[in-house]
């Protein structure tokens, strides 16, 4: 089990930048796969971006705008967030499970952070 502890989240304005952290404890998180989900309110939790290695996946509505990275050394993976829009405004989530592949769906993690809140105003 790895414990997930996110920063970074706040207000900003549309079309601002914001710099989300997921700090992991545990030797052994290179070999974690690691997650970015969201969840708005009175909506599903829904997948943000993915890391496995140096495999990134995103959803389409942030494709080209975020960028997932991670730092092995820091036990830490990061969510850049440009261009943001009002609609991007939710609790963002970090997620880790035993690596191997990129996964996409929240039942696929087993560890989760308590989240960070992220508000872009129009």
């Known amino acids: 089990q790895v414990q997930l502890v996110e920063s970074g989240g706040g207000l900003v304005q549309a079309g601002g930048s914001l710099r989300l952290s997921c700090a992991a404890s545990?030797?052994?998180?290179?070999?974690?796969?690691m997650g970015w989900f969201r969840q708005a309110p009175g909506k599903e939790r829904e997948f943000v971006a993915a890391?496995?290695?140096?495999?990134?996946y995103y959803a389409d509505s942030v494709k080209g705008r975020f960028t997932i990275s991670r730092d092995n050394a820091k036990n830490t993976v990061y969510l850049q967030m440009n261009s943001l829009k009002p609609e991007d405004t939710a609790v963002y989530y970090c997620?880790?499970?035993?690596?191997?592949?990129?996964?996409?769906?929240?039942?696929?993690?087993?560890?989760w952070g308590q989240g960070t809140q992220v508000t872009v105003s129009s």
């Open positions: 997620a880790a499970r035993g690596g191997g592949l990129i996964y996409t769906t929240p039942s696929e993690y087993d560890d």
């Open positions: 545990g030797r052994t998180f290179s070999s974690y796969a």
């Open positions: 890391i496995w290695w140096s495999s990134t």
